[in-house]
């Protein structure tokens, strides 16, 4: 680890002045996955803005959504009753990753904003365009039973590892983030990028730019939402793969809505849009089911080691669209 | 036949009592604390944080140290760069190849008395050897300071052609020497012809990956040079070995190497000599200060080995009887050129089952990478796990249930070497194990039992592992005037309850209760003790105890003289009891130890010995057995694997702790979880280098992995190991990644033979299986 500077935030503007002076800084929340990479010299800040002052509250919205606060932590969002009641597949997810100590420090900012489990990008003697573009990507021909089987590229193949941020897909959550520009908001499907040429570039915030807050609209039909992460052991290990989803059956079985969402399968989390407009106004069976999973996973490609993934999603999808649908009846 | 085999083939024809160690020093006391389970002495230290493990030692003036590993498998420095790191904050010391004092290569296992992981020289040259070796030392006043130097080491190489490929490496795989003191071939009759004759026949290959270890306490050496004399502080499973081979290194004389390690958080054959504790001496040496070396989990995986990955072929051919005409059992191991320690996963098959032919081989296939190492029943734990499979697999091509096919294959003699058994009650275990496992539940077919998503299924395999007793190991029994009595041999506790149960053993044997005891090891300074290895450090402990206590005894007697009611007693006619001796029969004739040293007016009482030479498993098939029995669910949509219960029946001899010897069971069964479902060391092929050194990407099994696991035993004792005891330390991992194997077989119909059984290798295979029971929705 190399040495660093550290200042804390007493609120967003302050933050943001820091980083404003600082362009190689780095917010720090939890700490649990930068202060890793800064010990493995993957990460090298020169400072560090410790934001975890800053926006530490969860409250409704106008049009009965939640504004969750960047610094709420995992465990604080993953047990209130409102995202326990409305958005079960939030609190659920969150739950599903890391382990109880991490998820009491980690925060929905930093959760967010975490980066790749892979190998290649963890070993600093490794080729790795995310670290050092140009270098190559040494997981393409390596390693790669964890790897991305949709949207990767020539360049890279690294999948996004947060569980949380598949959820936050699925419930089509909004991004609040400030910077000395001023506001903005960005829904969180665009928030993470594909990987393309430029792998080192995992989101659309510029430097300097902070995530304030996620707000989540108002979705009545998420109470009946699921998560289901699928792992290599029962607790503590990053998705191989993972659907979070909501389901609204009408009374005589057609899908009315639905919302899906992948986890471990592409550089962000992924939103099965196919999969939705395939199943709205269907209805609500097993074929059906896993014909949207086909459509979404139709250009899905394999690595030497990741090939099970494409039909552990398949199934995965189906099952859990069939769970809520037979809890709907 | 190696020299072993000789002398164990001579052995079979002399009388029992003409062999020391073959009738254990008698054990009179009949209700002692032997037996009971008493909870750990060192448990309350530990739990208040108390015992102070080998980082954790202060020194003054003490160096922190960190290291810079090499990033290729084979060459040599081209250029090393440490200026940068040599005046960054708070560095005292960057030692290289360059500065590095001359040593000798350290003696690997089985050399002379070496117990290095490798014999090859530490830092002396620009050879790289393997990817991960480390380049450089850093010291500094602080760890962070260590830390960050050692980045701004920059180190080039030439590369040279490496082998890192396991299928390239196989093509010039050859025989070991020995397999560990046995031969590398054992075989009788014409087993292929055999095989192809047979009415039933299973043949497959089997294989297994590499395996890191994982204790949770690092490695570590905190060393200190006192003018010629080195004090290590080390975490080690073999202090006396450890203050040899290290003074070898440095050309001193092993007495000036002392070696202290008191506790050590987890060994499993991972806690020898590695190249770490040789870079601290040596960095402290050019420094001139007492250095901490404390290896990052990273640096374990990379300088500490691992289990290695095999190969294996089980074939068997069985009578319509279902005795075996041809059992083949031979593969490959991955080693390295600098290391003895081919994996010795033939050794189940040379013991557990009569075969009319047999031909058991194990090849070594040299690569490029740190060498492979002992893990918790090494061989046994992957050899089982294929021989144990391959019995299933024919089980289920002769329609017979796997436990009566075992109990018709059970042998009468030892079916290699021709030696009685001196205790095998594994069909007990089986009988035991199958009713409390509630066996008889199991569906035959497999598919048969489903609970809403999960495929449900019961598997069950044997377990074995060999007794051993070492030779040459001493303890010194000190009585004091108040009657307390200090038993020290340089031993080992790294949390299985070895101090403990020496306690109990030696309380009984000498009369005392068990807080006038006092039990001291860990320490190379003490008598040379028995190294945690093998399973065999209690056994080898007991009988040096044992002999020091009968020297005791004669030293007391003497004492007593002529003025006592002892008089003219020998230690023959005496047992101990109430803290004195005491005729054994005419129990009038007693004396008190303190009224002993009082009339003599003596302050203390020593003696020392040995235990006899270890001729007891040179003469007779002394094993510990087993019968793991597990319930799997297997996720009919992910073929995700959930062990749901397990036990293990063992059959170990007299059980002298129930309750530490139940937690040695368990966590071996704990650790063979990991063994089949979770565990697996990335090793790219390409380059060597180990893709995933770090808890979180290294799959070790987590509390939700790890069910309800019941535990029995047979307690019968073995009439030939000291207190009818065998070890426990390592059986409980073997026959887990059969058992868990065939149970998964059983719920799915799907062989898996290659481990860690993970979900990928399931999956194609339960395609059929419907995703929900939700018969409406489909």
Redesign the interface.
Known sequence: MREFSYSRAADTAQAIQFADSRPDAKFLGGGTNLVDLMRENIERPSALIDVTAVARSISPTADGGLLIGASVTNTQLATDRRVREQYPVLSRAILAGASGQIRNMATVGGNILQRTRCHYFYDDTAACNKRHLGTGCDALDGVNRMHAILGASPSCAATHPSDMCVALVALDAIVHIEGSDGKRTLGIASLHRLPGANPQHETELRIGELITAIELPRLPFARSSNYRKVRDRASYAFALISVGAALDVSGDGMVRDVRLALGGVAHKPWRASKAEEVLRGRVANENNFRAAAEAELTDAVALRDNGFKIELTKRTMTAVLLDLAESAR | MTIVDIVKTALRYVPDVLLPGVTPVPFKKKHGRIGEPLSRIDGALKVRGQARFAAEVPMDGLLYAALVHS?IPRGRIATIDTSAAEVAPGVALVMTYRNAPKMKAPQAFLEGSGVAGSNLPVMQDDTIHWNGEAVAVVLAETQ?QA??AT?LVSVTYSTDVAVTSFDLAKQRARHPDTVLGEAAVVKSGDVEKALVAARHRVDEVYQTPRYSHNAIELHVATVRWDGDTLVLHDATQMVNGTASTVADVFGIKAEHVRVVSPFVGGGFGGKTLWSHQILAAAAAKVAQRPVKLVLSREAVYRLVGGRTLTEQRVALGANEDGTLAALIHTGIAATTAHNSCPEQFTFPARHLYAASNFRLEQKIAEMDMVANTFMRAPGESVGTFALECAIDELSERMIIDPIELRRRLEPTKDPTSGHAFSSRHLSKAYIDGAAKFGWSKRCVQPCAQRDG?WLIGMGVATATYPYYRMPGVRARIRLDAKGHATIATAGHEMGMGTATVQVQHAADRLGLPLDQVTFKYGDSALPAGAMAGGSAQTASTLAAVAAAVEALMSKMLKLAGNDSPLAGLKVADVVARDGGLSHARDTGRFETYVSILARAKRDLVEAEEAGPPPLEFMKYSMHSYGAQFAEVGVNA????V?VRRMLGSFDCGRILNPKTATSQFRGGIIMGIGLA??EET?F?E??G?I??P?L??Y?V?????VPEIDVIWTDIPDPHSPLGARGIGEIGITGIGAAIANAVHNATGVRVRSLPI???KI??HI?EHS??T?E???
Do not use: C, I
Not at chain 2, 637 to 640: A, P
């Open positions: 990033t962070e830390d960050q980045s998503e949509v992910t073929g995700e959930r479902l979770t990335l790219d390409r380059t280098r893709m995933n770090s979180a990407e799959h099994p987590v509390h939700l992995d993970t979900l990928d999956l194609p395609l995703l929900s939700a409406g929705l489909r």
